[in-house]
């Protein structure tokens, strides 16, 4: 009689254990830490899928979630067959486009038109633009983006 209350004594306390493991897992796994970013940076592309030499708009919604001021600058890395324009001038690979966000502002839009080639004989190809951003002169790697543009021949 003895062993089997010590048994069963053992078994709920493995049970007891396995409960708290558990719960503790699924907590840690279920914790994401809190994005401390001074910034945070959405985007839409509209439309994702463009004919050979049409407009797509790349948007970026900027929020000043620290509401400081702050230099930020977005640096575009694509394939030579994709153009990037704010407004009427092109944006180039690798030249930082720069702007300020205040700390009065706690949303900024800001919009660039992309359009695409393809080489002779290719039907579509789907290029990548990478953005790296850079704020108050240090790379924020938490908010690189890559986006995708599909170029179709006509």
Do not use: C
Not at 5 to 10: I, M, P
Not at 15 to 33: N, R, W
């Amino acid at each position: 009689m003895k062993k089997q209350n010590s048994a069963l004594s053992w078994i709920l306390l493995l049970v007891i254990v396995i409960v708290i493991a558990a719960i503790i897992y699924s907590v840690v796994i279920s914790f994401e830490p809190e994005n401390n970013l001074p910034i945070k940076i959405s985007y839409s592309l509209d439309p994702s899928t463009v004919k050979e030499n049409e407009i797509a708009t790349l948007t970026f919604s900027i929020t000043n979630n620290n509401e400081t001021f702050h230099d930020i600058e977005f640096v575009f890395h694509t394939n030579s067959r994709l153009k990037i324009y704010s407004g009427t001038e092109e944006i180039f690979d690798n030249t930082p486009y720069k702007f300020t966000i205040g700390d009065y502002e706690r949303t900024q839009n800001r919009e660039f038109t992309v359009a695409g080639s393809l080489k002779e004989n290719i039907a579509s190809s789907k290029y990548q633009i990478q953005l790296q951003v850079n704020m108050d002169q240090q790379i924020l790697p938490d908010l690189s983006k890559t986006i995708y543009l599909t170029v179709t021949r006509e």
